[in-house]
């Protein structure tokens, strides 16, 4: 319910039994006419909770005695713009109060539209709070006395003296009814709030409300409804443009980013913005993600990404998790940073699928959470996990056609190996900078294969991770390779990483990248074998080879030292001076 007569112009009053004139009934709060003149048009609500009440001589004077107040000074005149008023008080929707237990039926308060009557010299008074600076939605109860439910309170005149700055004073009006020419009706349902504002104050610091109330096709309607915006984001925005403070926490912060963006408040969207990153944890990055990508905002989203980079497992194992969208599923899935096995990144699909079937009411079949995972599906690199993990998880699944299965198994199996529909290339889950090294000044042909690996023996001055081989193409026009590649630790014959793969050349000198299934650590000082068997035509190979190769990373303020050495044994013919491996490619951590 809400009172057409415009609130800067009047006020709310409390009306006690114990305070009727002669004639009423006690069973019911009066209805009584005042004539409230203020300065500029307007009386503001006493903020104090417990005014002192009017003296029956107060009372007169309302009715047309004189004008005296018990415990208060005298107010001063001002322009009466309204003229006289019959106010009614009835209970606001958004401030509920309890009425005074009588012997006859309950005094039911209730604000009617008001009724001009004739201009004379009456008292200004004011009752309860009809415009605080506190949100609306506050529910009070009154004291039970009889006595105190009618309440008359002085208004607050030349309030604009105790502000000493601009920033005061707007801050003073800052959801408050004095001088407020608009009303926003925010949000929906029961949850409706009606807020007061100023044209002006919103024009000055939104662009969206300079057109709303001055552009071409300004409204002029003094309520605004506004189903869309929560009522504490509005009040939230409010108080910035009124005041420059920031009013934000974890439940309100979306929101508030939301509204700010609605009116264009760049400022408080960089508030909003810089909250969220400062909060910003592995339990929660998903859901941030999420809203990141809704808004707009690269930047959160990208610090939302590293974040799942660094600290996977936990990201995934937060219940957020399985709340995203497909889009943002898929963002992530197509990282190569991503710190975790694939046969658990699989597992969290799954998952995933799971939610996502009950929320789009489907039972839970593989089909369905096949259909639900879409193009997601597709970026599970089942290349990249061992038989036994694909055996005993998505060979058995039923998400995968048997035609994914089987051509997989085959993939593990034989060789040359036949062509998948899923990504093979690995994922390198560490934090330092990759980097590559190359350790031939000059690229000849033509470089022959029998079955022989070409290897080269290697070692580095710093803990590094080696990722893959940088390999030489075909002469002869774009081609497909099968490869194997191989580091063995020299001393103990050991190998520590391999892959079974191929890679495809265009004919041209360049070198291409084979990577490993997982980065395999290098230690300083430590003798490693870098090994590669290819199965294809002659390709070109490298000359004018250096024994030792730097490689300088100045963000980090370090130099790496890679020494190349002859690898005694069947290699090949590749040697330091010429043959293939060319390159190496690595990865320096942030932390050795």
């Not at 008001?114 to 415009?131: D, E, F, H, K």
Request: net charge neutral; aromatic share 8%.
């Amino acid at each position: 319910m809400r009172c057409c007569a415009c609130l800067s112009q009047q006020q709310t009053l409390q009306c006690s039994p114990s305070k009727m004139a002669a004639g009423e009934s006690n069973s019911r709060a009066p209805c009584l006419n005042f004539t409230i003149p203020g300065p500029l048009g307007n009386a503001q609500p006493s903020n104090n909770a417990h005014s002192s009440p009017a003296t029956n001589e107060g009372l007169a004077g309302a009715t047309g005695g004189a004008p005296r107040t018990a415990g208060h000074s005298n107010p001063q005149p001002g322009p009466d713009r309204s003229g006289g008023a019959d106010v009614r008080v009835e209970a606001s929707p958004n401030r509920q109060h309890t009425t005074p237990q009588s012997a006859g039926p309950s005094a039911t308060a209730t604000r009617a539209p008001t009724a001009v009557g004739a201009p004379g010299a009456a008292t200004n008074m004011t009752a309860s709070t009809a415009a605080s600076a506190e949100p609306p939605n506050i529910s009070s109860s009154l004291p039970s006395s009889p006595a105190s439910a009618l309440v008359y309170r002085e208004p607050v005149y030349n309030w604009q003296a105790t502000k000493n700055t601009v920033k005061e004073r707007f801050a003073f009006l800052f959801n408050n009814e004095v001088l407020s020419d608009v009303h926003f009706l925010v949000g929906k349902g029961m949850g409706v709030q009606r807020i007061p504002a100023h044209r002006f104050a919103l024009a000055v610091g939104s662009a969206v409300f300079d057109a709303m109330f001055n552009g071409g096709m300004a409204t002029t309607s003094t309520e605004i409804e506004l189903p869309d915006v929560e009522p504490a984001a509005f009040l939230a925005l409010l108080k910035f443009l009124y005041s420059d403070e920031v009013q934000i926490g974890p439940e309100t912060v979306m929101t508030t980013l939301y509204t700010a963006k609605k009116y264009a408040v760049p400022a408080l969207e960089a508030h909003c913005v810089d909250f969220l990153k400062k909060n910003l944890r592995a339990d929660n990055a998903f859901m941030l993600l999420t809203q990141a990508r809704l808004f707009d905002e690269p930047q959160l989203a990208s610090l939302c990404l590293e974040n799942i980079d660094k600290n996977t497992v936990d990201a995934l194992a937060a219940e957020g998790f399985t709340d995203i969208d497909l889009d943002t599923l898929v963002a992530v899935l197509e990282r190569d940073t991503l710190g975790l096995r694939e046969v658990r990144l699989f597992g969290a699909a799954v998952r995933w699928a799971e939610a996502e079937t009950q929320r789009q009411q489907y039972q839970p079949t593989p089909e369905n959470k096949r259909k639900v995972l879409g193009k997601a599906l597709a970026l599970i690199r089942f290349p990249l996990m061992t038989i036994e993990e694909f055996a005993a998880g998505p060979a058995q699944s039923g998400i995968l056609s048997d035609r994914e299965v089987v051509s997989l198994f085959l993939h593990f199996t034989v060789n040359p190996k036949p062509h998948v529909e899923f990504i093979d290339r690995p994922r390198c889950c560490l934090r330092g900078k990759e980097c590559s090294i190359t350790r031939f000044g000059q690229v000849e042909s033509r470089w022959g294969y029998s079955g022989t690996s070409d290897r080269i023996r290697f070692s580095v001055n710093r803990r590094i991770f080696v990722v893959g081989f940088g390999l030489y193409g075909s002469i002869h026009g774009p081609t497909d390779y099968q490869v194997n590649i191989q580091i063995i630790h020299t001393d103990s014959n050991t190998v520590l990483g391999q892959n079974d793969t191929g890679f495809s050349c265009d004919g041209s000198s360049n070198t291409f990248r084979v990577m490993f299934k997982e980065p395999v650590e290098i230690l300083p000082s430590v003798n490693y074998i870098a090994c590669a068997t290819l199965k294809g035509p002659d390709s070109h190979y490298g000359t004018k080879g250096m024994r030792k190769v730097t490689h300088e990373a100045p963000a980090i303020g370090t130099k790496t030292y890679f020494t190349f050495c002859y690898a005694a044994g069947n290699n090949n013919g590749t040697s330091v001076e010429d043959g293939q491996i060319p390159e190496d490619t690595g990865n320096q951590p942030l932390k050795c």
